[in-house]
């Protein structure tokens, strides 16, 4: 599952992206590349996939984008 915050102010962005419970936020827009982990948050989806991330199986991991 993926979000989106969309705001002028990229520190309150970052601030309300780190709440929320998915595995990729997107400032501004939500761009996925190759080489950036994603998979579920929580009891969702089998883990990760991609970069050493695959082998933390017991983290919760998140990535958040900011775009222009």
Do not use: C, W
């Not at 997107?26 to 982990?37: D, K, Q």
């Amino acid at each position: 599952m993926s979000g989106t915050v969309f705001s002028r102010d990229p520190e309150h962005a970052h601030a309300v992206g780190r709440r929320m419970l998915t595995g990729n936020v997107g400032i501004n827009g939500l761009t996925v590349a190759p080489n950036i982990p994603f998979g579920g948050y929580k009891l969702s989806g089998f883990g990760r996939e991609g970069k050493p991330e695959g082998l933390a199986s017991f983290q919760e991991i998140q990535a958040l984008y900011l775009l222009g």
